[in-house]
C-alpha cells in the first residue's frame, strides 16, 4: 500500500535534486559569461578611436541601463498584477524587480559619470540624462520610504503597487523622452559617428557672432583664407573651463573641414563644416573621430554578449530575491500564528 507513496516522493526528491543541479550550473556558466564579457572589455575588442580606452565603458553602460529600464517595467506589471489579483507572491515579485532595478540604475549613472569626466572632463553638471536618471532614482527611493512607512502590510501593498504604477510609467519618460527633448546636453549623441550629423550652428562676422553648441558659447572672431583653406578663428565658453580659443578649418578644394581641434580635456573636435566668404558665415559642429562604436566585429560581438549576461544576471537576481521576500512573508505568518516561542 506504500509503494506508489514511496515512489512519487523518490521521484519528487529526484526531480529536486536535478533542478538543483541545473541552477548551480547555470549560475556557473552565468559567471563564466560575464568574467568573459569583462575581460573581452579590455582585452579583446579595439579602442574607439577618438575616445581611447573610455569607449569600453558603453559594454557596462548601455546593458546596464537596458536592464533598469527591463526591471523597472517588470516591477510594474507585476504591482498590477497584484490590484488584480491580491496575490503575496506578485507583490514580492514587484519589490524584487524594483530593487534590482534601482540597483542597475545605480551602476548605470556611476559607469556614466565615468565616462563623462574622461570625454568630457567633469563627472556631473546636470545634464538632462543626468537629471532625469538622478529624479528616476529619487522617485524609486521614494517607493522604497513609503513601504517601509506603513505598518499594515495589505495597505503597505496595495499602496505601494499603485505607486509603483505611477513610477513604472514615468520612466520612459525620463530616460528616453526628457533627454531629447532639452535645447543643450552634455551628450552630444550624433557626434559619434563620422563626419557628424549634429546640425551645428552658422555664426557671421556682420551679425550673429555668438551661439550655442551644446553647453559650449562659441563666438566667431575671424575668417581668414589662405590658399585653399579658410581659417576660423572661435572663442569657445565651457561650464566649468576657461575660454579656450581655437582655429579649426576648411578646405575649399574638396568642400570638408580640414583641421579639427580637440576641446580641452574632452575628446570631441571643433569642425569648421559649411563656409561662405561672401557673407562671412560658418557653420560650426562638434565631431568625433573615428567609425561607430559598434562597427568593429569584436566590439559588436561582446556588447550583445554583454545585454544577454547582463539581463540573464538580472533575472537570477530577481528571482532570488523574490523567494527571499516570499521567505521572510512565511517566517511572519508563521509568528503571527503560532508567536514566539515560551
Known amino acids: 500500500m506504500m509503494a506508489p507513496?514511496?515512489?512519487?516522493a523518490t521521484g519528487k526528491k529526484a526531480a529536486m535534486a536535478l533542478r538543483s543541479q541545473l541552477a548551480q550550473g547555470a549560475k556557473f556558466l552565468l559567471g563564466l559569461w560575464m568574467a568573459g564579457v569583462i575581460v573581452a572589455m579590455f582585452v579583446i575588442i579595439p579602442q574607439y578611436e577618438g575616445l581611447g580606452d573610455a569607449g569600453r565603458i558603453i559594454i557596462m553602460h548601455v546593458p546596464t541601463a537596458w536592464v533598469t529600464s527591463l526591471a523597472f517595467v517588470v516591477s510594474g506589471v507585476f504591482s498590477a498584477l497584484y490590484l488584480f489579483r491580491r496575490r503575496v507572491s506578485d507583490d514580492a515579485s514587484a519589490v524584487a524587480a524594483a530593487e534590482v532595478?534601482?540597483?542597475?540604475c545605480i551602476l548605470a549613472t556611476a559607469t556614466g559619470a565615468i565616462f563623462a569626466q574622461i570625454v568630457w572632463g567633469v563627472f556631473w553638471n546636470w545634464d538632462p540624462r543626468e537629471t532625469s536618471i538622478l529624479v528616476l532614482l529619487l522617485i524609486y527611493a521614494a517607493y522604497f520610504a513609503l513601504r517601509s512607512a506603513i505598518d499594515d502590510d495589505n495597505r503597505k501593498r496595495r499602496l505601494g503597487a499603485v505607486y509603483n504604477l505611477f513610477a513604472a510609467v514615468t520612466m520612459p519618460f525620463l530616460l528616453f523622452v526628457a533627454p531629447r527633448l532639452a535645447d543643450s546636453s552634455l551628450h552630444p549623441n550624433c557626434a559619434f559617428i563620422q563626419g557628424s550629423q549634429c546640425d551645428g550652428i552658422t555664426l557671421e562676422l556682420s551679425g550673429a557672432r555668438i551661439g550655442l553648441l551644446g553647453?559650449?558659447?562659441?563666438?566667431?572672431?575671424?575668417?581668414e583664407r589662405q590658399g585653399d583653406l579658410v581659417?576660423?578663428?572661435v572663442n569657445v565658453t565651457r561650464p566649468g573651463y576657461q575660454v579656450e580659443n581655437h582655429r579649426p578649418s576648411f578646405d575649399l578644394a574638396s568642400g570638408k573641414p580640414a583641421d579639427?581641434?580637440?576641446?580641452?580635456?574632452?575628446?570631441?573636435?571643433l569642425a569648421v563644416e559649411q563656409v561662405d566668404l561672401a557673407t562671412g558665415t560658418a557653420r560650426l559642429n562638434i565631431e568625433a573621430p573615428g567609425s561607430g562604436l559598434l562597427g568593429n566585429s569584436r566590439t559588436l560581438l561582446t556588447f550583445f554578449a554583454s545585454m544577454i549576461g547582463f539581463t540573464a544576471?538580472?533575472?537570477?537576481?530577481?528571482?532570488?530575491?523574490?523567494?527571499?521576500?516570499?521567505?521572510?512573508?512565511?517566517?511572519a505568518q508563521r509568528e503571527r500564528t503560532y508567536g514566539f516561542p515560551s
Do not use: C, N
Open 5 to 8: 507513496f514511496s515512489h512519487t
Open 231 to 233: 581659417v576660423a578663428d
Open 101 to 104: 532595478g534601482f540597483l542597475f
Open 313 to 331: 544576471l538580472f533575472v537570477w537576481l530577481y528571482r532570488l530575491r523574490a523567494q527571499l521576500l516570499m521567505g521572510e512573508e512565511w517566517l
Open 260 to 269: 579639427r581641434p580637440e576641446f580641452d580635456g574632452e575628446q570631441f573636435m
Open 215 to 223: 553647453d559650449s558659447k562659441l563666438e566667431l572672431k575671424s575668417l
